[in-house]
């Protein structure tokens, strides 16, 4: 077994490493998916959207006994597209109305979620096609994008800075609920949009170094966890338990 698909398989049970590996692996999900369009595809694109899922479920799904990982994602990715354009075509078909009124991008729920916050550790099972314009995890999605973006950076960013060792977690976890634990302090960060560090640092002792290397993502999680976000909070949902 070529150490691809060990790592595929490594990364199916294990979300830290399947950050990484999603990360690794970028340029090749774009260009199967490339492939797939006949045409170049960005991150900006839908189909960029649906082959990442399709990436997601490939790696879930693979095994030691198929073929080789790479071969394996690039036909899920394949068949995923061709699914995606047959059903867009589908709902262009049946709709009588006014096209504003729904959006006829097959994505699935649960799925869209996933492939949003890169981070996520849970894979939807459903498969069925969405014909709502919106769901409830595309509105806090896009709500908090511009949150985000007021802070200077945005919500693909919290791939890249997303604490991976156990340690690293549980320190993080320690800045925010000292954030959410103090809300003049947080008040203050959502005005200022900065990262009060020297107050979290001399309270919880943390590395100077370490806060800022995952301003982002504490920055994120304080939000998320204090505003109106069920959705993208079961996500993080790790830091307030046992922090009550």
Known sequence: MRDIDEAALRASSDPLLLTDFIESKNNFIIG???KAAKKYITKSDDEWSVALVAFLNAVKTYRADKSGFLPYAET???NRLTDYYRGRQKYKAELSVDPYVFNCEPEEEDENSAL?????EKLAANQSFLTEETSPVKDEIDTVTKIFRAYGFSFYDLASCSPKSVKTKEACKKAVVFMLDNEALLGEMKKSKLLPIKNIRDFTKLPRKLLEHHRRYIIAAAEI??????CLAEYVSFIRKGAE
């Open 32 to 34: 199967c998916a490339s």
């Open 76 to 78: 899920i990715i394949k």
């Open 116 to 120: 949003k916050t890169v981070i996520a």
């Open 225 to 230: 966890l204090s505003g109106e976000y069920p």
